[in-house]
């Protein structure tokens, strides 16, 4: 394999953390609720150059990210690196509309048992700003659901609708005749 070929990636990682810090930061910015908008870049990488380079984004983004909006949010590399994993294995065949719809909602189901670990230690179950969030976790925990049950399900909730429109956008974007030339694996 030559430098070039090697380089290809880590360049294109390179500004998907940059593309997942914006819109995370746009996302925060205009207060949208139950999106983050922050994995794209790491999807967009899983889907086309491999789990190790989707985990490397998504790791450091979450580093990256630890400087805009504090410490707290870099345990939630973790998250990141199973959101790579599963969307990576969802993408070693083509990454069709229905495989990204269910890429995203697996992704969003597995991963917030991370979520909802590093919710429950960092920040008591809520969220780090969500009022949407936090509204959910307490009328699920005041409805009789433990913390870890409450936390899990407004964790799935919020994640299920951000993944797949992360996936379906990926997917979208590799179906465009240009980018599918050139992404084709």
Partial sequence: MNQRTQLRPLIFCSFAVLFNIVLSLTVVTFQLPLVFLDCIGTVFISVVFGMRYGILTGVTTNLVAGIFFGPAVIPFALFSA????VISWFA????TYLRAIIAGLTSAILASFVSTILRLMIYGGYSFSRTMTNLVVSILHRSGENMFMATYWSSVLENGLDKVISCLLVAWLLH???LKRYFHR
């Fill in 82 to 85: 199973v959101i790579a994993i």
């Fill in 92 to 95: 070693k065949k083509e990454f």
């Fill in 176 to 178: 465009l005749p240009r």
